[in-house]
């Protein structure tokens, strides 16, 4: 079994900042890559930030210049750390995994969601 644990949920105003981390735990053999992906009411779940096992980072256009995404390879930990935050940046944040297991399955595997709310 594979475990994401996210945490940092919470409520900001127009302009400040907050932090997600995402540990993944289990019987995980090799992580592919990880990722955050956001999901808005009435919209569809989208891609904030990701980075692969080789260190790639991408982010949406959206966030680029004011979310950093980073990894802590020895922990399978991921952060976000999420500046300059927008009413529009208000959604359910999800952690997903890209791992292949030990039994060598490869699956994606994602996160109960954090709540962000950013206040005008």
């Known amino acids: 079994q594979v475990q994401l644990v996210e945490s940092g949920r919470g409520l900001v105003q127009a302009g400040g900042s907050l932090r997600l981390s995402c540990a993944a735990s289990g019987s995980i053999r090799s992580i592919n890559a990880m990722g955050w992906y956001r999901q808005a009411p009435g919209k569809q779940r989208e891609l904030v930030a990701a980075v692969t096992s080789g260190g790639s980072t991408n982010y949406a256009d959206s966030v680029k210049g004011r979310f950093t995404m980073s990894r802590v390879n020895a922990k399978n930990t991921v952060y976000l750390q999420m500046n300059k935050l927008k009413p529009e940046d208000t959604a359910v944040y999800y952690c997903?995994?890209?791992?292949?297991?030990?039994?060598?399955?490869?699956?994606?595997?994602w996160g109960q969601g954090t709540q962000v709310t950013v206040s005008s």
């Open positions: 997903k995994l890209d791992a292949r297991v030990r039994t060598g399955v490869r699956e994606d595997y």
